[in-house]
């Protein structure tokens, strides 16, 4: 049977590019010379440490403009609450999001179900595979999917005919 898989991945090697391009703007900007603004990533998080809140906003904002440029979806980004750190320093995670949670499985689940196409969803782990009888169905599947699922950034892969 034809069937695709869900998923919520992130290129993560374009995530690593972003934040080193996000750096190497932070060392040359006049207004960032002197300060303990700097960006991290470790693993699948993402620290920004600056002086202030408007400081890490200007980080996130210029981290955004570096994704969006590396067609990365910022609905992959996750924020955090600021901290604050020794000083008057202070420091915001940032996760990056990998896999469907639970609850936003068995909402898409619930949709695909309610939506009378003639395929059927089932949660694997941290994606969900649709399967149906005719390529057809599964093609406005992911179509119906892309249009209504607009709070997760979700890709389809590994489509069988």
């Given at each position: 049977?034809?069937?695709?898989?869900?998923?919520?991945?992130?290129?993560?090697?374009?995530?690593?590019?972003?934040?080193?391009?996000?750096a190497?703007?932070?060392?040359?900007?006049?207004?960032?010379?002197?300060?303990?603004?700097a960006?991290?990533?470790?693993?699948?998080?993402?620290?920004?440490i600056?002086?202030?809140?408007?400081?890490?906003?200007?980080?996130e904002?210029?981290?955004?403009?570096?994704?969006?440029?590396?067609?990365?979806?910022?609905?992959?980004?996750?924020?955090?609450?600021?901290?604050?750190m020794?000083?008057?320093?202070?420091?915001?995670?940032l996760?990056?999001?990998?896999?469907?949670?639970?609850?936003?499985?068995?909402?898409?689940?619930?949709f695909?179900?309610?939506?009378?196409l003639?395929?059927?969803?089932?949660i694997?782990?941290?994606?969900?595979?649709?399967?149906g009888?005719?390529?057809d169905?599964?093609?406005?599947?992911?179509?119906?999917?892309k249009?209504?699922?607009?709070?997760?950034?979700l890709?389809?892969?590994?489509?069988?005919?």
């Amino acid at each position: 049977m034809p069937s695709f898989d869900t998923v919520c991945e992130a290129n993560l090697v374009e995530v690593k590019n972003a934040v080193d391009n996000t750096a190497k703007e932070i060392g040359t900007r006049f207004d960032f010379k002197g300060t303990a603004a700097a960006i991290e990533l470790k693993d699948k998080e993402i620290t920004l440490i600056g002086d202030a809140d408007f400081q890490l906003s200007q980080i996130e904002d210029i981290l955004r403009g570096k994704l969006t440029k590396r067609e990365v979806d910022v609905r992959f980004i996750d924020k955090g609450e600021t901290q604050k750190m020794g000083g008057d320093k202070v420091k915001v995670v940032l996760s990056v999001k990998d896999g469907i949670k639970a609850e936003d499985a068995k909402k898409l689940q619930r949709f695909i179900k309610d939506s009378k196409l003639k395929v059927q969803a089932a949660i694997q782990g941290e994606s969900v595979r649709v399967t149906g009888a005719k390529r057809d169905d599964l093609q406005s599947a992911m179509a119906v999917i892309k249009k209504e699922m607009t709070d997760l950034p979700l890709t389809f892969n590994n489509f069988r005919d």
